[in-house]
């Protein structure tokens, strides 16, 4: 990865795993500078981690090449126009405000000449294990883009999205999938202790099924029904589980649920653009 200069605005968890992440692949921390609102937490932040913090906004963006908004949705108004003044060198801007579309980061910017990066992560990547959809905008070139897909690779895997819109969809999968796999393990767990499992098994056992699963399932990159199968042998326990699945129609709750996110998605970024 090019060294470049890089500042993020906002430290909050992404920020961190993000810069977490460069530290951990010898970026330079020099190169690396944090300003938040709060400026005790970005200097805690710099000390801790043996980057830059500059409290000014204008002196903390004057020699980035890359911007990141690593602020909430709800504070990217205030963020953008914080910057706008400072940012005839044209930077980068690679924004990780869930649900912003680049249009309403440009007009809160007002301009519309930057390069561009919307990223959507997953709260995985706080420790190493995201997954994260990313579009740019026609300005941004190839190396701005390497460098974009670079950053979100130190903390998992990525993927280049060539419509905004399939961001929407990225966020009702991988945005959201933490929280269904979570409620996932919790059904587990409570129907275990049910079974007469003590709380402290049936959580732990619930979670090492699902990482196993997991890992069985990339280390492999065998079609998901066929794993599936693989465990359900006819006549078995597992296929019978499976059958009250199937009944209850589990892959069409799913759908809806995911449908659901993504339709709730696109109407966020409605509203952000009127924030």
């Not at 430290?11 to 921390?29: D, E």
Request: charged share 15%; with cysteine; glycine share 6%.
């Amino acid at each position: 990865m090019q060294h470049k200069n890089i500042t993020f605005i906002g430290t909050g968890n992404m920020a961190t795993a993000l810069i977490r992440g460069l530290i951990g692949a010898h970026y330079p921390g020099q190169c690396i500078t944090a300003h938040d609102l709060n400026p005790d937490k970005s200097q805690a932040l710099a000390t801790e981690l043996g980057i830059r913090h500059e409290a000014d906004p204008a002196l903390a963006v004057k020699n980035a090449a890359i911007i990141v908004l690593a602020v909430k949705p709800n504070g990217i108004r205030v963020a953008c126009q914080t910057l706008k003044d400072h940012l005839q060198h044209k930077p980068c801007i690679i924004s990780v405000a869930a649900g912003v579309q680049l249009a309403t980061i440009a007009r809160f910017l007002e301009t519309d000449a930057l390069a561009m990066v919307r990223c959507m992560p997953n709260t995985p990547a706080l420790i190493g294990c995201g997954a994260t959809g990313l579009y740019a905008n026609a300005n941004a070139d190839h190396a701005e883009r390497e460098w974009a897909e670079s950053l979100f690779r130190a903390v998992g895997i990525v993927h280049w999205c060539n419509q905004e819109s399939a961001l929407d969809a990225i966020t009702a999968l991988s945005g959201c999938g933490p929280a269904y796999i979570f409620l996932v393990m919790e059904a587990m767990q409570e129907a275990a202790e049910a079974l007469g499992l003590d709380e402290n098994l049936a959580k732990s056992f619930s979670i090492q099924t699902v990482l196993g699963a997991s890992r069985v399932a990339l280390e492999t990159m065998q079609p998901l029904a066929k794993l599936r199968k693989q465990v359900a042998s006819p006549g078995g326990s597992t296929e019978k589980a499976l059958e009250v699945f199937e009944q209850g129609n589990l892959k069409a709750l799913f759908a809806r649920a995911m449908e659901s996110a993504c339709k709730q998605a696109k109407v966020l970024s409605t509203h952000y653009d009127n924030i």
